[in-house]
């Protein structure tokens, strides 16, 4: 998981704010909300490892913006933020790299709203500079004699693999299973797997650091990120804001930069 000191909120962070939520606030706190049409207080966003990048890239652009607000990230694997939320850790926007790990929020009646769809994203086979393993497609990975990496079953990298595997018809040998896309990335970045299967925005995200293989299966789990505010955000007016970027022209072009796909209309 990822660190952006002063945004980030880590699932232990979480629980501890979650654990001391019912404390007092100090005389340092700044209330949430907005005055003069300058947002103030604390947003707290949890959303999708395959985020992390452009995400932050938003929330820096929402401070500078408003230089009495400050934006808080907790990336993770959206199955891990979606358990958080119905175990009522305390936040403001959640951002799903599938609409199931939404379900699991919008069944429990936490959101202010109906879910946006903003993005989609589809895998790519991710190897180090160079491909030493010699990995050309999908059906390496079922070689025993690669070392592969690919995402657990309950997040969505995980669950669109198992969908192109099954679409190819390729029984996978998986030597591990992270629990979101960055971890199955760090593993290329680090030499220590011949391939990952991760997403496209992961791919270009790393730049010089991994080698992207597309594959045709890949079409077969088109991933769509859903967006929502959540009912007990504790700043709904910032969370409004960050919402409306994401969906914004300029949202929509830093998302595409970052290698997400418009949604398809």
Same mark, same amino acid.
Not at 31 to 57: E, H, N, Q
Not at 119 to 129: D, R, S
């Given at each position: 998981?990822?660190?952006?000191?002063?945004? /980030?909120?880590?699932?232990? *962070?979480?629980?501890?704010?979650?654990?001391?939520?019912?404390?007092? #606030?100090?005389?340092?706190?700044?209330?949430?909300?907005?005055?003069? *049409?300058?947002?103030?207080?604390?947003?707290?966003? /949890?959303?999708?490892?395959?985020?992390?990048?452009?995400?932050?890239?938003?929330?820096?652009? /929402?401070?500078?913006?408003?230089?009495? =607000?400050?934006?808080?990230?907790?990336?993770? *694997?959206?199955? #891990?933020?979606?358990?958080?939320?119905?175990? &009522?850790?305390?936040?403001?926007?959640?951002?799903?790299?599938?609409?199931?790990?939404?379900?699991?929020?919008?069944?429990?009646?936490?959101?202010? @709203?109906?879910?946006?769809?903003?993005?989609?994203?589809?895998?790519?086979?991710?190897?180090?500079?160079?491909?030493?393993?010699?990995?050309?497609? =999908?059906?390496?990975? $079922?070689?025993? %004699?690669?070392?592969?990496?690919?995402?657990?079953?309950?997040?969505?990298?995980?669950?669109?693999?198992?969908?192109?595997?099954?679409? $190819?018809?390729?029984?996978?040998?998986?030597?591990?299973?992270?629990?979101?896309?960055? $971890?199955?990335?760090?593993?290329?970045?680090?030499?220590?797997? %011949?391939?990952?299967?991760?997403?496209?925005?992961?791919?270009?995200?790393?730049?010089?650091?991994?080698? &992207?293989?597309?594959?045709?299966?890949?079409?077969?789990?088109?991933?769509?990120?859903?967006?929502?505010? /959540?009912?007990?955000?504790?700043?709904?007016? #910032?969370?409004? #804001?960050?919402?409306?970027?994401?969906?914004?022209?300029? @949202?929509?072009?830093?998302?595409?930069? $970052?290698?997400?796909?418009?949604?398809?209309?």
């Amino acid at each position: 998981m990822s660190t952006h000191p002063r945004r /980030l909120v880590t699932a232990l *962070g979480l629980a501890v704010v979650l654990a001391g939520c019912g404390s007092p #606030a100090s005389s340092s706190d700044v209330a949430p909300g907005s005055a003069d *049409g300058k947002l103030t207080g604390t947003l707290t966003v /949890l959303a999708a490892a395959s985020l992390t990048d452009v995400f932050t890239g938003l929330g820096d652009r /929402l401070m500078a913006e408003h230089r009495s =607000l400050e934006v808080r990230f907790s990336f993770a *694997g959206s199955s #891990a933020l979606a358990t958080q939320i119905v175990q &009522g850790a305390p936040a403001d926007v959640f951002a799903s790299a599938n609409e199931s790990q939404m379900r699991v929020v919008t069944d429990a009646g936490l959101e202010a @709203g109906a879910p946006t769809l903003f993005a989609e994203n589809v895998l790519e086979i991710a190897v180090p500079p160079g491909n030493p393993g010699r990995v050309t497609g =999908l059906a390496d990975f $079922a070689d025993p %004699d690669l070392a592969l990496a690919i995402c657990a079953a309950d997040v969505p990298c995980g669950a669109a693999a198992r969908q192109v595997f099954e679409a $190819a018809g390729v029984t996978a040998a998986p030597d591990t299973e992270e629990e979101d896309v960055r $971890a199955a990335l760090t593993k290329v970045e680090l030499g220590e797997v %011949d391939a990952a299967l991760v997403y496209a925005s992961d791919v270009r995200s790393a730049g010089s650091a991994v080698e &992207g293989i597309p594959f045709p299966e890949a079409e077969e789990a088109v991933n769509a990120y859903p967006i929502c505010i /959540l009912g007990a955000a504790p700043n709904p007016d #910032a969370a409004r #804001a960050f919402v409306d970027l994401v969906r914004s022209e300029e @949202g929509q072009a830093a998302l595409e930069g $970052a290698g997400f796909r418009p949604q398809a209309s």
